[in-house]
T-cell receptor, first 108, second 113 residues
Framework: GQQVMQIPQYQHVQEGEDFTTYCNSS?????IQWYKQRPGGHPVFLIQ?????EVKKQKRLTFQFGEAKKNSSLHITATQTTDVGTYFC????????FGTGTRLQVFP | NAGVTQTPKFRILKIGQSMTLQCTQD?????MYWYRQDPGMGLKLIYY???????DKGEVPNGYNVSRSTTEDFPLRLELAAPSQTSVYFC????????????FGNGTRLTVT
């Protein structure tokens, strides 16, 4: 069945450092969504990527969708303490399957 | 708009008890979902519904039941609670199946002892 894996599982960075999480699907995706979950909170939608090779930016966040539409990445430039949380990708082929998430901790 | 509202926020159950987790949305979304999230893990789909009167199983449906009598409400029923059902449960809704983002409720933290 369809599987979506994310790496790394955890990432601790010093404030101001960059951060990247990677998402890999076992099947080709029609689109991929990214969510952020603050500690103790619920997932909140960040963005959706649809086209092969698509790149979208939201301030310090850069999202990429792979050419083969089987992988994606989220890069945060110059992390801030407000970036703390778990970042999930969710890939859609037949169904929307959530990745395992990357927990980001930012030390001031 | 309140969005997606879940009740209760917390619940402790004894093994073998039953309960219903309530979920309602006021966005007129056709699609509704129930996910469970175990500590440090991702989200697993329990059940989903594409509209009133229609429900379908997700990845981990065993031990749960759902109903969708109205567009707004999508309750999740736990029969004979087991410790393995200790988790955080999230209800979500979306406008359609395609490109729409999921809107999540605040979650119900359930402990079965």
């Amino acid at each position: 069945g369809q599987q979506v894996m994310q790496i790394p599982q955890y990432q601790h960075v010093q404030e101001g450092e960059d951060f990247t999480t990677y998402c890999n699907s076992s099947t080709t995706l029609s689109n991929i969504q990214w969510y952020k979950q603050r500690p103790g909170g619920h997932p909140v939608f960040l963005i959706q990527l649809v086209k092969s090779g698509e790149v979208k930016k939201q301030k310090r966040l850069t999202f990429q969708f792979g050419e083969a539409k089987k992988n994606s990445s989220l890069h945060i430039t110059a992390t801030q303490t407000t970036d703390v949380g778990t970042y999930f990708c969710a890939g859609r082929s037949d169904k929307l399957i959530f990745g395992t998430g990357t927990r980001l901790q930012v030390f001031p | 708009n309140a969005g997606v509202t879940q009740t209760p926020k917390f619940r402790i159950l004894k093994i073998g008890q039953s309960m219903t987790l309530q979920c309602t949305q006021d966005m007129n979304h056709n699609y509704m979902y129930w996910y469970r999230q175990d500590p440090g893990m991702g989200l697993k789909l329990i059940y989903y519904s594409v509209g009133a009167g229609i429900t379908d199983k997700g990845e981990v449906p065993n031990g749960y039941n759902v109903s969708r009598s109205t567009t707004e409400d999508f309750p999740l029923r736990l029969e004979l609670a087991a410790p393995s059902q200790t988790s955080v449960y999230f209800c979500a809704s979306s406008f359609d199946r395609g490109d729409s983002p999921l809107h999540f409720g605040n979650g119900t933290r359930l402990t079965v002892t």
